[in-house]
């Protein structure tokens, strides 16, 4: 979401906080949800048995996927505290 610089001085600096807390969440979830999709139509297509390693090559793919945006959310409230 993007306010120009009237909308911005309007809105308090925690009202600004809590939207970007919440765009970060809102994509959190929306890996999340690619992320479980992905294994559910992997594991309809290869059936159940082989569903243990691809359970752990989908979770290390979340995992990583998830601390880069996280990385990533973090360099984009220092450059914007600064």
């Known amino acids: 979401m993007r306010f120009n610089q009237e909308e911005r001085r309007k809105l308090a600096q925690e009202d600004l906080e809590i939207v970007k807390d919440v765009t970060a969440s809102g994509w959190f979830i929306l890996i999340d949800m690619f ?22 090559l ?25």
């Open 58 to 82: 989908l979770f290390a793919l979340y995992v990583i996927t998830s601390c880069i945006c996280l990385v990533v959310i973090k360099k984009k409230k220092k450059k914007s505290a600064d």
């Open 35 to 56: 992320f479980f999709m992905l294994f559910l139509s992997l594991m309809f297509i290869t059936g159940p048995e082989p569903a243990y390693l691809l359970i752990s």
